[in-house]
């Protein structure tokens, strides 16, 4: 397709990279509302002390099991950290064979993973591991190769990858839908064969939108050589264990699990903000002397803000008390779109579009790895104490303070060089 029909129509992939990130790309991050329905069902409620996986048994929702609880959070596990492997996997398959060959593998096995999750069953529950971790591996790379048309926008690539993180992020709305369903009689196994025939919509981007290669920008001003470390401490913590623990009844866990997943889906509006904010921070340092400063300083803030946000948000699930639930919410919310946005858009705006896949599967691997971690937190949290956990976070997330910091001196350090030099 040629470059100027491409420039006509790209607000046409943009909306259409917005739905397909929205209905496909992160349903793994909706766990807390799909916990529910598995839950309600019963699956794995033989762990549980009565034995039963009947899925009218009495109470089984907010039954204290922490045998269950286990066994469902590490498929949450398993399935985020396919996410990482998938990002890296699918990267390295887009840089030696083109975005349509990592799509067409992606797509494959997000329907064979939705699938598997529609046929899961109490007398095959394990099916629900690789179902997760297929629809996570195929889900990841909607992001990796959608934000890509931020190239076609010499002006505002920020504000484009903010729209679709911020679709991707509220993904996770999807399994509330799910859930809704469920309550209003709409099987777990209907919503997903729903899921697995409507992701075939992703071929027409895949064949008709997007290039077989990469996205070529419209124009390349300089390129960041330094490496830059963009490891931000995942928050683990299963959000469904903290409601269980802090509500008495089982429509008082459902009602805050909607309200949850209500606010997340927030993050259409604020992950385009988060963009705009970027964007702005570009145009504020576009005259800096050096070239490294042009590209790092802009990201200093939305770093900053991220850890700070992380920190907060830590400390807010030391509070327990029901009525802190909603500000959780809201800076939940927050701290994933701006990190989404800014770790996505600072490699796209930094880096030649034909290493973004991989750059970005290198990243989420490394998130990925932190991701096998948090089964032992939950684990710490569930055995020992929840407190004990959040402190240690804090810590963790106060650590990643240094990086903007390191970031500030390695710029002021440039600018140096470029005021020597002249």
């Not at 509302?33 to 899925?55: I, P, Q, R």
């Not at 990482?84 to 096995?109: D, H, K, T």
């Not at 896949?357 to 989420?364: E, F, H, M």
Request: aromatic share 12%.
């Amino acid at each position: 397709m040629g470059a100027s029909k491409q420039r006509k129509l790209r607000f046409l992939y943009v909306a259409w990279a917005f739905c397909e990130s929205f209905g496909f790309g992160g349903l793994v991050f909706g766990w807390g509302s799909f916990v529910y329905v598995l839950k309600d069902e019963g699956l794995y409620a033989e762990l549980c002390n009565n034995g039963t996986s009947n899925s009218t048994h009495n109470g089984s929702l907010n039954e204290d099991c922490p045998d269950r609880d286990s066994r469902l959070e590490l498929v949450f596990t398993i399935g985020s950290t396919c996410a990482g492997i998938g990002s890296f996997v699918l990267g390295q398959i887009s840089f030696y064979f083109g975005m349509r060959v990592a799509r067409i593998v992606a797509s494959l096995c997000f329907m064979c993973g939705a699938y598997i999750i529609a046929f899961t069953t109490n007398d095959l529950p394990w099916l629900i591991f690789p179902g997760m971790a297929l629809v996570a591996f195929g889900g990841i790379s909607l992001i990796m190769t959608n934000v890509q048309l931020s190239n076609m926008f010499p002006v505002g690539g920020g504000a484009v990858v903010g729209i679709i993180s911020g679709a991707f992020d509220s993904s996770s709305g999807i399994q509330l839908m799910v859930k809704l369903g469920y309550e209003q009689g709409i099987s777990r196994k209907t919503s997903y064969l729903i899921l697995a025939s409507t992701h075939v919509l992703t071929f027409v981007s895949t064949f008709l939108f997007l290039p077989k290669d990469y996205v070529h920008p419209v124009q390349e001003e300089y390129v960041v050589t330094q490496e830059i470390e963009l490891e931000i401490p995942e928050k683990p913590g299963s959000i469904n264990r903290i409601l269980e623990k802090e509500l008495e009844n089982k429509k008082e866990v459902s009602d805050y699990t909607n309200v949850m997943l209500y606010v997340l889906m927030g993050g259409i509006v604020a992950s385009p903000l988060a963009g705009a904010f970027l964007e702005l921070n570009i145009s504020l340092f576009k005259n800096s002397k050096s070239s490294f400063s042009r590209s790092v300083k802009p990201n200093i803030m939305s770093l900053t803000l991220t850890s700070a946000l992380g920190v907060v948000l830590s400390v807010l699930l030391l509070l327990e008390d029901p009525s802190h639930l909603y500000y959780i919410f809201v800076f939940l919310v927050l701290y994933r779109s701006i990190f989404y946005t800014m770790v996505n858009a600072y490699i796209v705006l930094a880096f030649p579009s034909a290493f973004i896949g991989s750059l970005i599967g290198i990243t989420t691997i490394t998130s990925g790895v932190f991701c096998l971690l948090q089964h032992a937190l939950f684990e710490w949290s569930a055995r020992r104490n929840a407190k004990e956990v959040n402190i240690f976070l804090i810590v963790l997330i106060g650590i990643s303070c240094i990086h903007p910091f390191w970031q500030w001196i390695a710029c002021r350090r440039a600018e140096q060089r470029e005021s020597t030099k002249e």
